[in-house]
């Protein structure tokens, strides 16, 4: 009997035989987000005690005990998950912009308690002498803050105080391990990759205008301008001196604050068409020309502009109503432009001192003069100062930064 | 229309935020008022003035209206304790309100990331959705009763 063999079917056989044997295998999703989400829901959520640990534990206040340790050690798979995650090189949150303001970034919850659990992990191997996965524990810290990015403020707010956490945590490694110039060629290299691109407040800025833009209709704009002048403090259900407030506020602002909440709720509640168009514009002009041409300039100069049009913007509102939508809705821009400043340069701090630990570790003694060429102070845009002291050295910043009002240090330890 | 339909409407034209602080205030005004007052009076006064209203039907009419009136406000309004707890803040903004993009942001604006999570946390609570802590076992036995 003659079989006849399809020629088409050779060739499917074919290609299945040259294809390489990688691809064959299962892979993970191209987009990160997807990993995150399932991770947000399959680890267990600490307790109130076991969550006052965490906090005390990735501030270096406490030590990890047995507790915490069986707590992260049950993290262990959803850990994995994240440094699958972290390392893919996309990541779409799928947010949808077009519902306005009122969407939710409830994710932001899970990812705050997961950046604990990771760099409680962190503490932990180092602890066990096992210093270099907990370097990469740090980093994955690192790259999940990329990951929940730039896309809105508050997103960029959390990723900076994520990699806040993870270079404190770095800094900490970095001051208990042995001298060991291959791991910090290493972490060194990471970091530049990493953090290449630096956290900028432009593409926040770009998606904030498009969440406004999209609820300035006349069924929607009530909403949001309830939402925007929500007093935190109602919102939190606790009294002012139960909540944890960094920023006292006097009795004359809160009267003037209403008193000017009471003109807007006044024009809102007549808005029309005409006057939503002429508030886009001058949101417009705000939103994408000035921001955005401020942002440009060196950060005490950007500071101080920013400040300025934040008080024109107020002003221009009790007398113009076409400024009324840009009052309510502008960002606080120059807060998180320091905000991201400071963990900037916290980067640079720690990449500075990776030089000074290769040093170290390569001719057994601290440099007493900061080498030439090193990442510097973003509040200065000079170099960092550099300190030798009896316990290591101390990179301090040379500009003042305004929001916190003080000069920032960074203190490193050298092991014996 | 309803009875609290037509307050909610009249205080809504007052143009005032309702908030915590707010409801501390006016009720501290009030009890303040109320104590200087009571000081004023004597005891003997305290002691007759059922009496003296009864006798007058126009105190006592007006002292019924005020009565309503208070149980009223109380009923739709409740206790200065209430004013602080979750329910009634539940009321003012949904939790998925308090996990907004502004929300969290103007969290962060008066305490920080701190209040951020102290605020996502709330919002959570108050959804009961995520589980502390849940076993299989426990799921087969909610799922499937066994």
Known sequence: MRVKIDKRLIAVIFVFLTIPHKLLLAQPPQNAALLYYQAFMVYESPNEEMRKKLYDLVRHQIEPDRQITRYVTKQQSVIDLLTIAADLPNCDWGFDYSTGVAFYVAHLQSFRELSRIVIADAKILAEQNDYKTALKRCLTLHKMSHHIGDDLLITLLVASSSVDLANECIKYILSEMPSDVTTLHWLKAELSRIDSKPFALKNSLGNEYKLVVADMTPDRIDKMISLCLEPVITVLGASPDKLPTKRQVDKKRIEEKQNWEQIVRERVRKADEDFLERNRIHLKKYFIDKFPLTLELPYDQAYTKLIELDQEIKNDSYKDPDATITAVVKPPLAIVLSKTVRTNAFINAVRAAIEIYVINAKTGSLPDELPDSLPGDLFSSQPFKYEKTTEGFILRCRGKDPVKKKIHKYVFKVSK | ?146
Do not use: C
Not at chain 2, 31 to 41: F, G, M, R, S, T
Not at chain 2, 56 to 61: A, C, E, G, Q, T
């Open chain 2, 1 to 146: 229309m309803k009875p609290v339909g037509n307050i909610e409407k009249l205080v809504k034209r007052f143009h005032f935020a309702v908030s915590a602080k707010m409801d501390e205030r006016i009720w501290s005004d009030v009890l303040e008022a109320q104590e200087k007052l009571v000081k004023k009076k004597s005891a003997k006064y305290e002691q007759n003035i059922w009496k003296r209203i009864s006798e007058n039907p126009v105190k006592l009419i007006a002292a019924v209206a005020a009565i309503i009136f208070v149980g009223f406000f109380l009923i739709h309004h409740g206790p200065v304790e209430q004013s602080q707890s979750p329910q009634i803040v539940e009321e003012i903004i949904t939790p998925g309100e308090m996990l907004t993009p502004i929300s969290l942001r103007n969290a962060y604006l008066i305490g920080g990331m701190e209040a951020v999570d102290e605020q996502s946390r709330k919002a959570f609570q108050m959804l009961n959705r995520k589980p502390v802590k849940i076993s299989i076992r426990k799921l087969q036995i909610e799922i499937n009763g066994m």
